[in-house]
C-alpha cells in the first residue's frame, strides 16, 4: 500500500509539474505576444503622428498652385510682346504738347523701300539744332504717320545728350548728319578750332549710330576756306528758309514756303521748337496737295545724279 501511495504521488508530482510548465510557457507566450502587440500599436502610432517630409518644390511650381491666374497673365503678356515686336511698334512714352495732331497709327517705319517717284517733284524736308526729347519724338510721329523721310542735321551735343533719340531717328529710316557740336559761327574761330569742333561732332555721331555722318550743315548757313578744308563731306544748306524759328506760325510757315518751294528745293525747319512740328502735318499735307513728294538728301541726290562731293555747298538739288 505503501508503494502504491509513493507510486500515485509520483505520477501526481510529475503531472502537476507538466502543468506548471505549460502554464509557464502560455503565460510567457501570451506575454511575449501581448508586448509584441503593444509594441506594433506604439509603432504604428509613432507612424501617425510623424508626418512625412514634404519634397521641396520651386517657386514658379508654388506661384502656380496658389496664383493659378498669374500664368495666364505672364503668358498674355509675353504674346503681347511678342506681336508688338513682330509689327515693329515701337514702345516709347512720345511727349505730344499739343494733343490735337491727328496721324496715321504706327504699324511700321516711315521709310518705304519701294516707291515710284518717277515724274514727281521731289523736295527735302530738313530739320536743325535737334535732338530735343521735348520736341523730337512727335515730330517722329507725324513722320511716320504721313510716310515722310526727313533729314536730321544734328549737334554733337545734343546727340550725346540723347543718344537713344538719336538711334529712334535712325531706325524710323531718316537720314542723319552733322550739324557740328556746339553751333558755333565757324568764320569767326580758328581753322584748329573750326577742326575740332567737326571732328567731336562726327565722334559722337559715329559712336551711337556704327558710322560717321556723310552730310554737314555749318551753322548759320556760313562758309570760308577752313570750313570747306576740314569739313569732310558735301555742305547741305538750303534754297527755301521757312523762318520758323522767328514766326513761329504754322499759316506763316506754310506760306514762305509755298512762296519759294520749287522742284528739288532743299527745305530748312527746326525740330526744337514746339510750334515747328505743329505746323509740319499741315505742310506736308499742302505741298503734297500742290504734287510734291518727299526724300532725303542723299536719295534725291541719287534720284537726280548727282555726285555730292566734299566741300562741295549744295543750295537745292534740282533736275
Known amino acids: 500500500m505503501d508503494i502504491l501511495d509513493k507510486l500515485f504521488s509520483r505520477e501526481l508530482n510529475r503531472r502537476t509539474g507538466e502543468r506548471a510548465i505549460k502554464i509557464d510557457a502560455d503565460k510567457k507566450a501570451s506575454q511575449k505576444n501581448r508586448a509584441k502587440s503593444l509594441g506594433e500599436n506604439a509603432l504604428k502610432a509613432s507612424n501617425g503622428n ?62 518705304i523701300t519701294e516707291r515710284n517717284l518717277e515724274g514727281k517733284k521731289l523736295v527735302a524736308l530738313t530739320f536743325d539744332d535737334g535732338p530735343s526729347s521735348e520736341t523730337t519724338p512727335t515730330l517722329l510721329k507725324i513722320l511716320q504717320g504721313r510716310d515722310v523721310p526727313a533729314t536730321f542735321f544734328m549737334l554733337g551735343y545734343m546727340a550725346r545728350n540723347n543718344p537713344d533719340l538719336v538711334k529712334q531717328v535712325k531706325k524710323a529710316g531718316h537720314e542723319i548728319a552733322s550739324h557740328t557740336m556746339y553751333h558755333q559761327n565757324l568764320i569767326r574761330i580758328s581753322a584748329g578750332a573750326v577742326e575740332s569742333d567737326i571732328n567731336e561732332a562726327r565722334t559722337i555721331l559715329t559712336d551711337i549710330l556704327g558710322q560717321a555722318p556723310s552730310l554737314t550743315r555749318p551753322p548759320y548757313g556760313n562758309i570760308n576756306d577752313a570750313v570747306r578744308k576740314n569739313v569732310g563731306t558735301p555742305i547741305i544748306l538750303w534754297s527755301v528758309d521757312t523762318l520758323d524759328w ?74
Request: net charge positive; aromatic share 8%; proline share 5%.
Open 50 to 111: 510623424v508626418q512625412k517630409e514634404k519634397p521641396k518644390t520651386s517657386l514658379l511650381h508654388r506661384l502656380d498652385v496658389r496664383l493659378p491666374w498669374l500664368k495666364i497673365v505672364a503668358v498674355f503678356f509675353i504674346g503681347l510682346v511678342a506681336i508688338l515686336d513682330l509689327l515693329d511698334l515701337t514702345i516709347s512714352r512720345v511727349y505730344d504738347p499739343y494733343n490735337k495732331i491727328s496721324i496715321a497709327p504706327m504699324s511700321k517705319h516711315v521709310r
Open 246 to 319: 522767328k514766326y513761329k506760325n504754322t499759316d506763316s510757315i506754310v506760306s514762305i514756303t509755298m512762296s519759294e518751294v520749287s522742284d528739288g528745293a532743299i527745305i530748312l525747319m527746326h525740330d526744337i521748337h514746339p510750334t515747328s512740328v505743329e505746323a509740319v502735318p499741315v505742310l506736308i499735307d499742302t505741298l503734297r496737295d500742290a504734287g510734291y513728294e518727299f526724300t532725303t538728301i542723299s536719295e534725291l541726290a541719287k534720284i537726280r545724279q548727282i555726285n555730292l562731293t566734299n566741300g562741295t555747298t549744295y543750295y537745292n538739288l534740282k533736275p
